[in-house]
């Protein structure tokens, strides 16, 4: 909170010109000064300094609140309950409404499971008007691999939602909505984020989406700098937590997969491998227990803890892919098939697969 923009405090023109003026711009800009030095610096009247700092830590430090307020607030500000559907139907269900406003959910995989896939999928709804179901803002798109595609955006656009996107019009009115970032270093990223709370308010964003988180850290960050990198990735994890709070909006990053004690990643030709006379599938296994070498998500698990909701993307050696639910404060650890078409992702429900995977096939739970 100590980050927080005095700009969105909703301080008097005069004073908030006065302070960025003196180059004070966060709520930590000013509570690190002493109220002295506060008058020496911005020379003003003392009842206005008062007035000023009261206001500071009114916003960085809110009052309690009950239940009801916060319920009643967040009915009928707050479209869709507080979720962006993904449009997979029995996915919402099991979300209770879909990807949840501020918190902060991990689509984990290998790669070509359709992590991308599904981010691109999730930009189109969350920038579609309301009347249709969208969340009528901008996207703010971290690209840290270079797999966005603008025209497969279009194609999930169109084939998703013809009626809505038929025409050359709206397509631009979506395009110009979706604001890509490429960013080439962690410390780039870092830098971002940073300045993210502008951004988020000038664009008036409603969905964050970094795809991925690990990319630049496992590229960066080697096992001799394992501590460095746990470090930034709190400081990570911080930041999205608070735009995610403070902004009500889901916050959605996308994480690679790594056998466990290894640090490569895993792409989907890594279907097999034997281990001490075992055929191991490209099965994960995101519990506390399981076989050394089964997959597991990158980044450790000072990351897991940081995450709020984490989906698996995974695809079988039979060739089925599944979308699991494998951490949730409010969902159970359920998972559908699915397959991904031209409108992006879809459930597979003539598979008939079980939607509660067999533990002792696949190893899911």
Not at 309 to 320: F, K, P, Y
Request: with cysteine; proline share 4%; hydrophobic share 40%.
């Amino acid at each position: 909170m100590a980050r927080k923009l005095l700009s969105s405090m909703n301080l008097p023109a005069s004073t908030t010109s006065i302070l960025s003026a003196r180059s004070l711009y966060s709520a930590k800009d000013v509570l690190c000064k002493t109220e002295l030095e506060l008058m020496e610096l911005l020379d003003i009247p003392m009842a206005v300094l008062a007035s000023t700092l009261a206001r500071v830590y009114e916003s960085v430090c809110p009052p309690y609140r009950s239940v009801l307020s916060l319920w009643v607030e967040r009915s009928t500000s707050e479209v869709s309950g507080g979720h962006l559907p993904t449009g997979l139907h029995e996915l919402d269900h099991a979300l209770c409404g879909g990807i949840p406003f501020g918190l902060i959910t991990e689509i984990v995989g290998a790669a070509g499971v359709g992590k991308s896939q599904m981010c691109i999928m999730l930009s189109v709804l969350a920038a579609m008007p309301r009347a249709f179901g969208g969340l009528d803002g901008s996207v703010i798109y971290f690209d840290s691999e270079h797999k966005f595609s603008p025209g497969r955006m279009m194609e999930i656009a169109q084939h998703r939602f013809p009626d809505i996107f038929s025409d050359r019009e709206m397509l631009q009115k979506l395009a110009l909505r979706v604001l890509i970032l490429h960013p080439t270093s962690v410390a780039g990223l870092m830098e971002s984020l940073k300045q993210l709370e502008k951004a988020i308010i000038e664009r008036s964003a409603k969905l964050i989406v970094i795809d991925s988180v690990a990319a630049l850290m496992q590229s960066e960050f080697g096992r001799d700098r394992i501590f460095e990198r746990q470090e930034l990735l709190g400081q990570q994890a911080s930041m999205l937590k608070f735009l995610a709070e403070s902004f009500r909006m889901p916050v959605i990053v996308t994480n690679q997969v790594r056998t466990k004690g290894d640090n490569q990643r895993v792409g989907p030709t890594s279907t097999t491998s034997s281990h001490d006379g075992l055929n191991i599938g490209a099965s994960l296994d995101f519990g506390e227990v399981g076989l050394e070498n089964h997959l597991t998500a990158a980044l450790g698990t000072k990351w897991a803890h940081s995450v709020n909701v984490r989906l698996v993307l995974e695809s079988l050696v039979s060739g089925q892919y599944f979308i699991k639910i494998a951490k949730s404060p409010m969902s159970p650890a359920v998972a559908f098939p699915y397959r991904v078409t031209k409108g992006g992702l879809e459930l597979d429900l003539d598979s008939k697969s079980s939607f509660h995977v067999k533990k002792e096939e696949h190893e899911y739970f």
